[in-house]
């Protein structure tokens, strides 16, 4: 009779090493978010890949360069479709930036769900520097891309910023200054979704303003966030994608 061997070995797979590196900041992507940054380790990484040391190692010398590499993936994401914007020979900078917005704003609705889950635990404090990185790496390529349309704006004559760059970073700090808002106004959108909309319009017709001012443009050239029809559809669609757990808890307040 033949030897069969030993049937309950684990075969290995043999895969392409960025199949491996993806799996890898996959899994680490989601311990960061559920566990949060400081709390897993790279042993917790190793361990739910089932991968061995060597392996982890020959794509990564430490957490902190999962921590790189996922914020450069969310990086990379936002430049994709900046990319796509600049291939369109036929928008002029208004258009370009308005529509880079647009993008923005249907890919979030798209999105609720997964955005919910991963901006509620993003945002809680054990995932400061997780959160921190991710948008520093975030910004990094927006800045010179957005500094870009602007350029383009000015010699085209629609825009007057006088300096592109400080231009795109004043609008960037802009859109992060709202974070505290958008929070507050979220939780507010789970008993009332009329208060919490008037809280975002307010802002975002005050950054409008703005934005508006420091391109050189008249009234009513940058469109932040759409009409308000936009704004409470995602705040309906946000409420609908809270958990279950998170629906009773809420319920039994």
């Known amino acids: 009779m033949a030897d069969t061997g030993d049937t309950s070995r684990k075969v290995r797979v043999l895969k392409a090493p960025a199949v491996r590196r993806a799996e890898l900041l996959d899994c680490a992507q989601g311990l960061f978010l559920t566990r949060g940054y400081e709390q897993t380790t790279v042993n917790d990484v190793i361990a739910a890949t089932g991968l061995s040391k060597g392996a982890f190692y020959h794509h990564f010398r430490a957490k902190e360069d999962l921590l790189e590499a996922i914020a450069d993936r969310f990086a990379r994401e936002s430049l994709g479709v900046i990319q796509q914007l600049q291939s369109d020979p036929q928008l002029d900078a208004l258009q370009r930036f308005n529509r880079l917005l647009s993008l923005s704003r249907e890919w979030k609705r798209g999105h609720i769900a997964e955005l919910r889950a991963m901006f509620t635990t993003l945002l809680a404090p054990e995932n400061a520097v997780l959160y921190q990185r991710i948008l520093e790496a975030v910004f990094k390529v927006l800045s010179p891309a957005l500094a870009e349309i602007i350029a383009q704006g000015e010699a085209e004559g629609g825009f007057d910023a006088g300096d592109p760059a400080l231009a795109a970073e004043v609008?960037?700090?802009?859109?992060?200054?709202?974070?505290?808002?958008?929070?507050?106004?979220?939780d507010r959108a789970e008993t009332d979704?009329?208060?919490?909309?008037?809280m975002i319009i307010g802002r975002i017709r005050a950054e409008e303003a703005i934005a508006d001012r420091v391109?050189?443009?008249?009234?009513?050239?940058?469109?932040?966030?759409?009409p308000p029809e936009v704004v409470r559809a995602m705040l309906v669609d946000w409420k609908g994608a809270a958990p279950a757990a998170e629906s009773r808890r809420r319920s039994a307040e």
């Open 193 to 198: 979704i009329d208060a919490a909309m008037s």
């Open 215 to 226: 391109l050189g443009l008249k009234a009513g050239g940058v469109d932040l966030f759409g």
């Open 171 to 186: 609008l960037l700090g802009l859109a992060n200054g709202r974070r505290a808002l958008v929070i507050a106004a979220l």
